[in-house]
């Protein structure tokens, strides 16, 4: 008897530590941690096996990959293909630091999360970049981390990935 009642204590215990665990990572400081934690890294600059510093924008660490949701980087990667075979640019900035160039005093502050649901949410972020810059990225709850799943979203429609999808339709349209 007692070892079952010390199985039901150890059983419920760790389910309350899963709720309790998944639960955090919908708070709005898990979120501004985990926005921090990503552009941290984004903001680095790192060396080759040579020791030639090289900054993130040249890096072989593939950011989109490793901080987009699935579904972004997927239709990401289709367009890029089609840009690709079509000797266009899909991006004549980089989204992560909103510019062509890469200032040395690079920041980026979370200054609001907020429409924070089971599986999406909307932040607001300050990026410097030779001067401050306001933008919003969406960002997706999957493989039980927070993702960014758009890069500017706006109520129009026209975001990145309204972008792609019109870069990936036009292209079919054409093959037809």
């Given at each position: 008897?007692?070892?079952?009642?010390?199985?039901m204590?150890?059983i419920?215990?760790?389910?309350?530590?899963?709720?309790?665990?998944?639960?955090d990572?919908?708070?709005?400081?898990?979120?501004?941690?985990?926005?921090?934690?990503?552009?941290?890294?984004?903001?680095?600059?790192?060396?080759?096996?040579?020791?030639?510093?090289?900054?993130?924008?040249?890096?072989?660490?593939?950011?989109?990959?490793?901080?987009?949701?699935?579904?972004?980087?997927?239709?990401?990667?289709?367009?890029?293909?089609?840009?690709?075979?079509?000797?266009?640019?899909?991006?004549?900035?980089?989204?992560?630091v909103?510019?062509?160039?890469?200032?040395?005093?690079?920041?980026?502050?979370?200054?609001?999360?907020?429409?924070?649901?089971?599986?999406?949410?909307?932040?607001?972020?300050?990026?410097?970049?030779?001067s401050?810059?306001?933008?919003?990225?969406?960002?997706?709850?999957?493989?039980?981390?927070?993702?960014?799943?758009?890069?500017s979203?706006?109520?129009?429609?026209?975001?990145?990935?309204?972008?792609?999808?019109?870069?990936?339709?036009?292209?079919?349209?054409?093959?037809?």
């Open positions: 008897m007692k070892t079952f009642s010390k199985m204590m150890t419920a215990l760790l389910l309350v530590a899963l709720v309790t665990y998944a639960q990572k919908h708070s709005e400081s898990y979120i501004r941690q985990r926005i921090a934690t990503i552009y941290q890294n984004v903001g680095k600059a790192t060396y080759d096996a040579e020791g030639n510093r090289v900054d993130y924008i040249h890096s072989p660490f593939n950011r989109d990959s490793a901080y987009c949701s699935q579904q972004y980087y997927a239709l990401m990667k289709q367009a890029l293909e089609i840009c690709d075979k079509t000797d266009d640019v899909l991006f004549d900035y980089d989204h992560w909103c510019g062509q160039d890469f200032s040395d005093d690079w920041s980026c502050k979370v200054a609001k999360v907020y429409n924070v649901t089971d599986t999406t949410c909307l932040v607001d972020l300050i990026i410097h970049n030779f401050d810059s306001e933008t919003t990225i969406a960002l997706r709850f999957e493989r039980g981390d927070w993702y960014v799943d758009d890069f979203p706006t109520d129009d429609g026209e975001d990145d990935k309204a972008y792609f999808r019109r870069i990936i339709s036009e292209y079919e349209k054409k093959k037809k």
